[in-house]
């Protein structure tokens, strides 16, 4: 047997097995804490999925943890043990069955839990729950557009439904209230309301060029591709503010193109509806008097629009 790979001792074997618990140990304990500040690992938070993706992460990142340990352990430990003087001839290895068997097992058991994990837990990130009891009264997805096959929906089907619009650098939120009437829609810019303990289902487009739709805390990433539709969901437990940003270079002010989602109680989201509707409403009138007047003016020969610019007072 060649020295290098002859058995330690049990004692050192033992000190080395303690050391590389302990490091193992150490590893985990300081990557959690810093993992809690959001920095190593993805935000949450704000929608069971995003705790679904942020949970799988934590899980992926300390089996690595605990394999880069070992590995860097061992090589460390080995580098160190085993060094010797220069120009002399290193022990000549032929490998070791028992050993690569097992680290090919090993690996590929570690690769098959993860994968389990990560398909059970694919569900509860994928598919929307249902809105709670007290949650915003919503309708089922019942838009042609939106009756794709792609959607995921709750059990339940109902769901409220928000259109997301990416364009250059906005984003425009549409509710669409379930007549055929598509124009009388309550939207906003920038700050989309949402009814907490409500499922809301989004379908995501872009008008212009391929923006990407991410608000961390409520869950992945969702492309907004001009042509075609997107989708994707959050649920909102708590009232609540959460900031976003264009995931997609999409031109020169992207970096303006930011997104918020503000959660409130279903009666006060109920009542920013109604107001919205009505202010929508009253400047669509005042639109719609101006034009009126505009062409009558129009008729009468004179011209709605001053081609000078107006004359200061005693000129
Ligand atoms: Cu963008």
């Not at 193992?24 to 809690?36: C, F």
């Not at 509710?175 to 810019?189: I, K």
Request: aromatic share 8%.
């Amino acid at each position: 047997m060649r020295a290098a790979l002859a058995p330690a001792p049990l004692r050192t074997r033992r000190r080395v097995f303690a050391l590389s618990l302990l490091a193992a140990i150490v590893g985990i304990l300081a990557l959690s804490g810093v993992a809690s500040a959001d920095f190593w690992t993805p935000e949450s938070g704000g929608s069971p999925q995003a705790e679904s993706i942020d949970t799988l992460y934590k899980i992926v990142l300390a089996v690595a943890a605990v394999v880069f340990i070992g590995v860097e352990g061992v090589l460390l430990y080995s580098l160190i043990k085993f060094r010797t003087k220069p120009d002399a001839v290193p022990v000549q290895i032929r490998g070791n069955t028992r050993l690569e068997i097992g680290w090919t097992l090993g690996a590929a058991v570690i690769l098959v839990v993860l994968a389990v994990v990560t398909f059970a837990m694919l569900d509860d990130i994928r598919n929307p729950p249902n809105s709670d009891a007290d949650g915003f009264p919503t309708d089922r997805i019942a838009n042609v557009q939106n009756a794709s096959a792609y959607q995921p929906r709750p059990p339940n089907g109902r769901a409220l439904n928000v259109e997301v619009n990416g364009q250059r650098y906005a984003w425009r939120f549409t509710y669409p209230d379930g007549d055929t009437n598509t124009l009388n829609n309550v939207f906003s810019y920038e700050t989309m309301y949402v009814p907490t303990k409500t499922t809301v289902a989004l379908t995501i487009r872009a008008q212009d060029v391929a923006h990407s739709w991410w608000i961390p805390a409520l869950g992945g990433k969702a492309d907004a591709i001009p042509g075609h539709l997107n989708f994707t969901w959050f649920k909102v437990p708590q009232p609540g503010v959460f900031r976003g940003q264009c995931a997609e270079l999409c031109g020169r002010n992207h970096a303006d193109m930011t997104a918020k989602v503000v959660a409130l109680e279903p009666a006060a989201f109920k009542r920013w509806l109604v107001t919205k509707k009505a202010e929508i409403k009253a400047s669509d009138e005042a639109a719609g008097k101006r034009r009126a007047e505009e062409s009558e003016q129009l008729e009468q020969g004179e011209s709605p629009v001053s081609e000078d610019p107006p004359k200061a007072e005693g000129e």
